[in-house]
């Protein structure tokens, strides 16, 4: 069964950057494509960030605005997700997923993915 693990969670200040990893087992990194949720309480999930491996696309939701970067590691079955200049409205948990990508049609949309993480909480906050 695939299994996912993401880590790098933490409280940081405002401004402040983290590295979120997810760690990929029980199949092959290279047919799937992995998306980074987040959820704050009270709110939906949102999609952040996406990366595709059959084509390399990336894509960002729009509150992005250029300060995260998603990136893998093939060798080592792990996704990251580089978070700069964070703000308080940043704070969420966030997960983790994986789908096949051949048959990936809407990248943040939460149907799309059979495969999830528990979750890794951030916390933006002076």
């Known amino acids: 069964e695939v299994q996912i693990v993401e880590s790098g969670g933490a409280l940081v200040q405002p401004g402040g950057s983290l590295r979120l990893s997810c760690v990929v087992s029980?199949?092959?990194?290279?047919?799937?494509?992995f998306t980074w949720f987040r959820q704050a309480p009270g709110k939906d999930r949102e999609g952040v960030s996406t990366?595709?491996?059959?084509?390399?696309?990336?894509y960002y939701a729009r509150f992005v605005e250029g300060r995260f970067s998603i990136s893998s590691d093939s060798a080592k079955n792990t996704v990251y997700l580089q978070m700069k200049n964070l703000r308080p409205e940043d704070t969420a948990v966030y997960y983790c997923?994986?789908?096949?990508?051949?048959?990936?049609?809407?990248?943040?949309?939460?149907?799309?993915?059979?495969?999830w993480g528990q979750g890794t909480q951030v916390t933006v906050s002076s």
């Open positions: 997923a994986a789908t096949v990508s051949t048959t990936l049609s809407n990248p943040f949309a939460t149907y799309e993915y059979p495969y």
């Open positions: 029980g199949t092959s990194f290279d047919d799937y494509a």
């Open positions: 990366i595709t491996h059959h084509d390399g696309d990336t």
